[in-house]
């Protein structure tokens, strides 16, 4: 089971930083077509997407799982705790992406279709069932919510402040949020509309970190749960 299991993390470490990465050079494509010479406010922008951050995450922990799992070694807890976060994230990626924004172009340039696929909807599941499955995982106490939590809320602040101070190139306006419904200019409730997506975003997020720290306690095929050192 494990040589399996670093295959697939391997390739989907592979498969979600191609999907980045094409994405990635599509958009300089596109920004250079439309006469932006100066890009790095528009890079800025790309790795500001809660998309981009959660693969790049999730590239990160198939990586070093699949070198764990090669080696025979067993999970460190900062791993284990690393591996729960991105699970986190992924999954409400995939949740957020599929409810809300299938279908809303919120690309800065044109859209890879294989690309977004993977991003959205395949790396999510690869992620969530390789928790769920693979041989490796080990018992995290509920202290790690605070963990799982931490770093959506550093994003949601970072995203509101920069929001209104970002100049968006492409729309020629001096406002830029990652997101439609995190523009408060986009409703007439204005910022109570953004606190309601914000605090409901948040409570998917601790509700899935929840229940992936109650995953790693209860046993798993075809071996038990063991306790993190």
């Known amino acids: 089971m494990r040589p399996l299991f670093a295959v697939v993390r391997i390739a989907g470490a592979l498969a979600i930083l191609a999907a980045i990465v094409a994405q990635l050079v599509r958009s300089q494509e596109f920004w250079t077509n439309v006469g932006i010479r100066h890009v790095e406010n528009l890079y800025v922008n790309f790795f500001s997407f809660f998309t981009i951050d959660s693969n790049v995450g999730a590239v990160v922990v198939f990586a070093i799982g699949a070198v764990l799992l090669i080696r025979g070694r067993e999970n460190p807890r900062w791993f284990a705790i690393l591996r ?17 924004l299938r279908g809303v172009d919120v690309s800065e340039g044109s859209v890879v279709a294989w690309s977004n696929e993977i991003l959205h909807v395949v790396g999510p599941l690869l992620i969530v069932l390789d928790y769920l499955f693979a041989t ?86 075809p071996l038990p749960a063991r306790a993190a050192a």
């Not at 605070?146 to 001096?174: C, E, H």
């Not at 997506?197 to 109650?214: M, N, S």
Request: net charge positive; aromatic share 16%; proline share 7%.
């Open 84 to 100: 729960a976060c991105v699970t986190s994230y992924m999954a409400v990626t995939g949740i957020v992406y599929n409810t809300l």
């Open 136 to 221: 490796d995982r080990i018992r995290l106490g509920w202290t790690t919510i605070r963990w799982v939590v931490s770093f959506p809320i550093v994003w949601a602040a970072y995203t509101m402040i920069r929001g209104p101070l970002a100049y968006n190139d492409l729309a020629q306006k001096r406002t830029w949020y990652p997101y439609p419904f995190l523009d408060p200019a986009n409703s007439p409730e204005g910022y109570v509309s953004v606190l309601f997506y914000v605090v409901l975003i948040a409570a998917i997020i601790g509700g899935v970190g929840c229940a992936v720290v109650a995953i790693s306690h209860r046993p798993r095929w």
